[in-house]
């Protein structure tokens, strides 16, 4: 299986801030990565896929990048509707799997 | 509108068994592959299970392989999870997922439900 390691596990910022998240696949996963926001009692929501590929909707302050093992997220300038965790997944290959989650707390 | 509704959680003892199904609407059930993705308490995402568009093809986590049974009716937009042999490591949220291609072997997920909560305890 690959193994998805994300970091930080966590992390404090104020709105405004910029913030990155990074995911670390065990192995190549040729940009077949998705990230997820997912607020407390609600199911997980798309915010990119392959990547970098905006879902229809989220602001365009979530950017993604990457290749090969390594990518990141991040949010240009944080609002307060961001404060949330965050979770990559890969779909390179099945199992599907996530990364452990990156949750992102008011400073 | 993509809307995906859960049911069938509960509390189940050790050992037992519990059937999942999640109602979709808004698309047509057999363009898309189907998964189950489960939450522990307090814990991250965990996929499960998954089921292409046609259901003639199925994937399971090795956790679950061989109690747990994937499948669904696209005549009722009907995906569903048979489980047996319930373990207290199996309590979590199940989630439904919808995939974005006919395959279920690979995709992201572009759509969830609201999730069903499963406790297993003596």
């Known amino acids: 299986d690959i193994q998805m390691t994300q970091s930080p596990s966590s992390l404090s910022a104020s709105g405004g801030d910029r913030v990155t998240i990074t995911c670390r696949a065990s192995?190549?996963?040729?940009?077949?990565l998705a990230w997820y926001q997912q607020k407390p009692g609600k199911a997980p929501n798309l915010l990119l896929y392959?990547?970098?590929r905006l879902e229809s909707g989220v602001p365009s302050r979530f950017r993604g990048s990457g290749s090969g093992t390594d990518y990141t997220l991040t949010i240009s300038s944080l609002q307060p509707e961001d404060f949330a965790t965050y979770y990559c997944q890969q779909y390179y290959t099945t199992p599907r799997t996530f990364g452990q989650g990156t949750k992102v707390e008011i400073k | 509108e993509v809307q995906l509704l859960e049911s069938g959680g509960g509390l189940v003892q050790p050992g037992g068994s519990l059937r999942l199904s999640c109602a979709a609407s808004?698309?047509?059930?057999?363009?898309?592959?189907m998964s189950w993705v489960r939450q522990p308490p307090g814990k991250g995402l965990q996929w499960v299970s998954a089921i292409s568009g046609s259901g003639g093809s199925t994937y399971y986590a090795d956790s679950v392989k061989g109690r747990f049974t994937i499948s669904r009716d696209n005549s009722k937009n009907t995906l569903y999870l048979q489980m047996n042999s319930l373990r207290p490591d199996d309590t979590a949220i199940y989630y439904c997922?919808?995939?974005?291609?006919?395959?279920?072997?690979?995709?992201?997920?572009?759509?969830w439900g609201q999730g069903t909560l499963v406790t297993v305890s003596s």
């Open positions: 192995q190549g996963i040729d940009n077949f």
């Open positions: 808004g698309f047509t059930s057999n363009n898309y592959a």
């Open positions: 392959e990547t970098s």
């Open positions: 997922a919808k995939g974005t291609v006919t395959a279920a072997g690979t995709g992201y997920f572009d759509s």
